[in-house]
């Protein structure tokens, strides 16, 4: 299959995208749809992070920061597998109440999820009850008492048969054997796509079936969903669900206007949570946990739950809160220092004659409150500073902080200005994948 890299955000004709997706007006107004490419003036742009397969090309899509392409393929594979952790501790794949047409647009992710989990849960199973006579396993005392006679010897009965039962797997039940020829076909499609290597699984064979073997695919269907109604197991329901919604859209594979993806139109998300993990964020923390000495604030409150919300106060006697409030994306501690940080998926241009891709008034004076929000707190507690932040991606490997921004209104009011700081994405990457902290002090905040 060919394989194209594209960079996202960068801006395209009409004409550039149709040819990477082979001249589809109807694969190019989905994407319209879904929102994976926007128009943009007269040019267009991929708002996406990921991989798409359209017929039988393979679009590579790659973060705006990676301004360097000579090692786009290892840049591109830990991207992805960023991307795969993020997916893995939010994702549920569950596919019961998709649309078909939705089902069809994840298949990829769909494959990826029977490689996946067949290597940590293995094959499904099916137990088969064994009884036999006088066996060496555990002893069934109801058959064995009530299918035989038993001997009697000083009031004691003896049995010269005894029922005994043992479990095995039935290696040639259907849905096991179904299983295998559906990870085997997944691995098989991944490995002609290419992905196999991408997201580091190897090649699957486990089956040399073909799907007429199991029956027509209504007969198939029918018996999952009579499997399923009989089925308690969480986790294999999972895959009972998981085999009919591939089964079911398998002819898809096959539609001249076949477009499937693996990704996110949403990549800001998964960098506030990189930073939010990399630099022990503390929001969510509870006070208790927080405090050693605490007689101001109720210890079952959150760090979040002290920022106020508005109150609407009506002529009437009455007043409201709201819902709503300012939130922070990152609030952490560093030796005697509250920090604030906002991680910023932004291509920033901070140079001597240029500036673009900054973030917007509304950013920055944000910013500025959640210190104002935080002020009880932080006097309260004794912290001898606070550091302000924004935190954007960079693919240079040193951390660069460029310098501060500024509101003088607001920094008059003895507030903190925000901090302008370049993070290496691949340290932060890898940071990310192996549950592991930065450094605050390498910040020099």
Same mark, same amino acid.
């Given at each position: 299959?060919?394989?194209?890299?594209?960079?996202?955000?960068?801006?395209?004709?009409?004409?550039?995208?149709?040819?990477?997706?082979?001249?589809?007006?109807?694969?190019?107004?989905?994407?319209?749809?879904?929102?994976?490419?926007?128009?943009?003036?007269?040019?267009?742009?991929?708002?996406?992070?990921?991989?798409?397969?359209?017929?039988?090309?393979?679009?590579?899509?790659?973060?705006?920061?990676?301004?360097? !392409?000579?090692?786009?393929?290892?840049?591109?594979?830990?991207?992805?597998?960023?991307?795969?952790?993020?997916?893995?501790?939010?994702?549920?794949?569950?596919?019961?109440?998709?649309?078909?047409?939705?089902?069809?647009?994840?298949?990829?992710?769909?494959?990826?999820?029977?490689?996946?989990?067949?290597?940590?849960?293995?094959?499904? !199973?099916?137990?088969?009850?064994?009884?036999?006579?006088?066996?060496?396993?555990?002893?069934?005392?109801?058959? !064995?008492?009530?299918?035989?006679?038993?001997?009697?010897?000083?009031?004691?009965?003896?049995? !010269?048969?005894?029922?005994?039962?043992?479990k095995i797997d039935d290696l040639y039940d259907y849905f096991r054997l179904l299983h295998e020829y559906i990870i085997t076909e997944c691995s098989k499609r991944l490995e002609k796509s290419n992905l196999l290597d991408y997201f580091d699984l190897m090649h699957v064979e486990l089956s040399d079936r073909t799907l007429d073997d199991f029956g027509d695919l209504d007969f198939i269907l029918n018996k999952i969903e009579k499997e399923l109604n009989v089925e308690f197991n969480t986790h294999k329901q999972k895959l009972l669900k998981s085999m009919h919604a591939y089964l079911s859209n398998m002819n898809s594979f096959t539609n001249e206007n076949f477009l499937t993806l693996y990704g996110t139109t949403s990549y800001h998300v998964i960098w506030e949570e990189m930073c939010s993990q990399v630099f022990s964020n503390k929001l969510d923390k509870k006070l208790k946990d927080l405090l050693k000495h605490n007689e101001k604030y109720s210890s079952k409150l959150r760090l979040i739950d002290l920022i106020e919300r508005p109150k609407w106060v009506s002529n009437y006697d009455f007043g409201l809160r709201a819902k709503d409030t300012f939130i922070p994306d990152l609030i952490t501690f560093f030796k005697d220092d509250f920090i604030i940080f906002d991680a910023k998926y932004y291509n920033l241009k901070f140079e001597k004659d240029k500036l673009a891709g900054q973030p917007g008034i509304e950013s920055i004076s944000k910013q500025y409150f959640y210190e104002l929000a935080y002020r009880d707190f932080i006097d309260y507690v004794g912290f001898k500073g606070v550091k302000n932040a924004f935190l954007f991606p960079s693919y240079h490997s040193e951390i660069d902080n460029k310098g501060h921004v500024e509101l003088e209104m607001l920094s008059s009011l003895g507030l903190e200005n925000i901090q302008v700081i370049m993070l290496p994405a691949g340290e932060i990457n890898q940071l990310y994948l192996n549950n592991k902290k930065m450094d605050i002090s390498r910040l020099n905040l």
């Amino acid at each position: 299959m060919k394989s194209v890299y594209i960079k996202e955000l960068r801006h395209y004709s009409k004409s550039e995208i149709l040819d990477i997706i082979g001249k589809n007006e109807k694969i190019f107004n989905r994407l319209l749809e879904y929102a994976i490419i926007d128009k943009d003036n007269d040019r267009y742009q991929f708002k996406y992070v990921g991989v798409l397969i359209v017929e039988e090309s393979v679009i590579n899509c790659y973060p705006k920061y990676i301004t360097n !392409t000579e090692n786009i393929k290892a840049d591109f594979k830990e991207v992805l597998n960023v991307i795969k952790k993020y997916k893995k501790l939010h994702d549920d794949f569950s596919y019961e109440n998709e649309e078909l047409e939705d089902i069809s647009f994840n298949l990829l992710s769909l494959m990826l999820f029977f490689i996946e989990d067949y290597y940590e849960n293995g094959i499904y !199973t099916n137990i088969q009850n064994i009884l036999e006579i006088n066996g060496n396993g555990e002893i069934n005392w109801d058959r !064995t008492i009530n299918d035989n006679f038993a001997l009697i010897k000083e009031d004691k009965p003896y049995y !010269t048969e005894l029922q005994t039962k043992y479990k095995i797997d039935d290696l040639y039940d259907y849905f096991r054997l179904l299983h295998e020829y559906i990870i085997t076909e997944c691995s098989k499609r991944l490995e002609k796509s290419n992905l196999l290597d991408y997201f580091d699984l190897m090649h699957v064979e486990l089956s040399d079936r073909t799907l007429d073997d199991f029956g027509d695919l209504d007969f198939i269907l029918n018996k999952i969903e009579k499997e399923l109604n009989v089925e308690f197991n969480t986790h294999k329901q999972k895959l009972l669900k998981s085999m009919h919604a591939y089964l079911s859209n398998m002819n898809s594979f096959t539609n001249e206007n076949f477009l499937t993806l693996y990704g996110t139109t949403s990549y800001h998300v998964i960098w506030e949570e990189m930073c939010s993990q990399v630099f022990s964020n503390k929001l969510d923390k509870k006070l208790k946990d927080l405090l050693k000495h605490n007689e101001k604030y109720s210890s079952k409150l959150r760090l979040i739950d002290l920022i106020e919300r508005p109150k609407w106060v009506s002529n009437y006697d009455f007043g409201l809160r709201a819902k709503d409030t300012f939130i922070p994306d990152l609030i952490t501690f560093f030796k005697d220092d509250f920090i604030i940080f906002d991680a910023k998926y932004y291509n920033l241009k901070f140079e001597k004659d240029k500036l673009a891709g900054q973030p917007g008034i509304e950013s920055i004076s944000k910013q500025y409150f959640y210190e104002l929000a935080y002020r009880d707190f932080i006097d309260y507690v004794g912290f001898k500073g606070v550091k302000n932040a924004f935190l954007f991606p960079s693919y240079h490997s040193e951390i660069d902080n460029k310098g501060h921004v500024e509101l003088e209104m607001l920094s008059s009011l003895g507030l903190e200005n925000i901090q302008v700081i370049m993070l290496p994405a691949g340290e932060i990457n890898q940071l990310y994948l192996n549950n592991k902290k930065m450094d605050i002090s390498r910040l020099n905040l």
